[in-house]
């Protein structure tokens, strides 16, 4: 391809109409339509779901717009792992904004989740063996002592 | 009989936590554009993956990938895998050397018969300037030979590596080539190749690559020129932030002035974006910071084969 004649062409052309800017996007109200899908899917279902908004194609401000429409809940939370995370919860039951930051503060991309709880903020069960690992560590660093180190009480022997 | 340690067990024991690794899943997850559900297949999946034995060899390069992929001493998302879990053997990063470091290759290798990750960058210099670049009494050729014959996959990192990149320039002095020529021409085994290509490449690119191997024991879609469909699928001109200017046919005559300031189009001032098939716009550089048109410089199209030969220069159309 040496010539711009040869260049495929793509009309990436936004209507007037469209471009709003007191409503919402086209774009937006189909993101929220996803959303009321979902909602209903895990009302009937119990399934949870996300959309990732890292690719889709919105206009500047759309995001604004969703907040708006989505609102504000009770919960917000911050997860410091491998730089920050929040989740907040909208004022949509179960509608939660979920973003990824790195080490930096760069944003890593942005969720919408449907779920009573979004899984980052979920402790997990399965990782009790490091955290009772840990917790007896610092039991004997303290001068205590752990109770795996102290003999069986009377009754467990026989 | 011992249980094959997974990744998620190497991650803990090494104070990695469940939501650091769950938000490294949704990421890479996002980055391998899949959908919710898929995503969800994709952690567990990954979490109950056993741990993969990395073993990075370079050639001719210069360390330019590996600072891509490795440049940060703490633990970021793309580095997590490759730094926390699995990178048996990098002649830059280990501790060891000389003899200790080739016995800890081989003993990696021997370990891990047909399921070690072979990462390799840089170009591999051939036919009677072998011995042109060699280390340990072994000529870089010699070594990737080895390394490949066992290998569960092969991940060519990086210009060099995949199309020969500079050292491969003409007059090409060391008859240097990449990975993929090497398996055409028979001069090493043929396993499965993936080419992750530029100079550098991106790093959420080789990470979401090994992390879809892992997690499904399978490359992802591959083009003609076996890169990951995913990332190198669609050219950079698709996604410029530049594109609507081009299409409106507004287009920079400098570098800097007027027109380059308001966002038009570079490809005047040479850029080969229309021709390149890379990620840089969608992924962006420096953890999302930019790209290069975005920062007023033209693609160089380092992502394609030859593209020190193939253009007019970096600076025409």
Redo the contacts between chains.
């Keep these: 391809m040496s010539r711009l004649s040869e260049i495929p062409i793509r009309v990436d052309f936004v209507p007037a109409s469209l471009r709003q800017t007191d409503g919402i996007s086209p774009a937006g109200v189909a993101i929220l339509s996803e959303i009321e899908s979902l909602l209903e899917q895990y009302q009937a279902f119990g399934r949870n779901g996300s959309i990732d908004l890292r690719w889709l194609s919105l206009l500047p401000g759309d995001l604004d717009r969703l907040h708006d429409v989505l609102g504000t809940g009770e919960v917000s939370a911050q997860v410091n792992a491998l730089g920050m995370s929040t989740a907040r919860e909208t004022a949509i039951q179960c509608v939660w904004w979920v973003e990824h930051c790195g080490p930096e503060g760069e944003s890593l991309g942005q969720w919408i989740e449907v779920t009573e709880v979004p899984s980052l903020l979920r402790s997990d069960r399965a990782s009790i063996a490091y955290g009772l690992e840990a917790l007896r560590d610092r039991i004997v660093s303290f001068g205590g002592e752990s109770m795996k180190e102290l003999p069986t009480v009377q009754g467990e022997q026989a | 009989m011992k249980t094959q340690e997974t990744i998620f067990d190497v991650l ?2 090494r104070g ?5 690794f ?3 899943c ?2 890479t997850a ?1 980055t391998l ?1 899949l959908g ?1 559900h898929e ?2 297949v994709f952690a567990q999946a990954l979490a109950s993956a056993p741990r993969p034995s990395v073993i990075w060899l370079s050639f001719q390069q210069c360390t330019g990938c590996s600072e891509s992929i490795l440049r ?1 001493f ?4 793309e580095n ?1 895998l490759l730094n926390y879990l699995s990178l048996d053997y990098h002649e830059s990063l280990q501790a060891a050397a000389g003899f200790q470091a080739e016995a800890a290759r081989k003993k990696a290798m021997a370990d891990n018969i047909g399921r070690y990750v072979l990462i390799v960058d840089g170009s591999i210099p051939t036919g009677d300037k072998e011995y042109w670049s060699a280390a340990a009494g072994e000529s870089n050729l010699e070594v990737l030979r080895d390394a490949v014959r066992n290998a569960g996959v092969v991940i060519a990192l990086g210009a060099c590596a995949t199309f020969g990149g500079i050292p491969a320039a003409k007059p090409n002095p060391s008859q240097a080539t990449g990975v993929d020529d090497l398996m055409t021409r028979g001069l090493i085994d043929t396993k499965p190749l993936v080419n992750v290509s530029g100079c550098p490449p991106i790093p959420e690119v080789i990470t979401g690559t090994i992390a879809y191997y892992l997690a499904n024991g399978q490359l992802p879609e591959l083009d003609a020129l076996k890169r990951p469909k995913v990332f190198y699928g669609k050219t950079v ?2 996604n410029c932030a530049r ?2 200017h ?2 409106a046919g507004r287009f920079a005559q400098s570098f800097d002035d007027a027109g380059a300031r308001q966002g038009h189009c570079l ?1 005047m001032l040479g850029c080969k974006g ?2 390149t098939f890379n990620a840089c716009t ?1 992924m962006k550089w420096n ?3 930019s790209y290069p048109m975005n920062s007023g410089h033209g693609c160089l199209g380092c992502s394609e084969p030859g593209f020190w030969d193939n253009s007019l220069g970096f600076y025409s ?1």
């Design positions: 803990q024991s990695v936590s469940r939501r650091a769950m938000k490294f949704t990421v996002s554009a919710s995503a969800s940060s703490d633990p970021t998302l997590l001109h698709d594109l609507p081009f299409n490809y229309p021709q969608t953890q999302g910071t159309n």
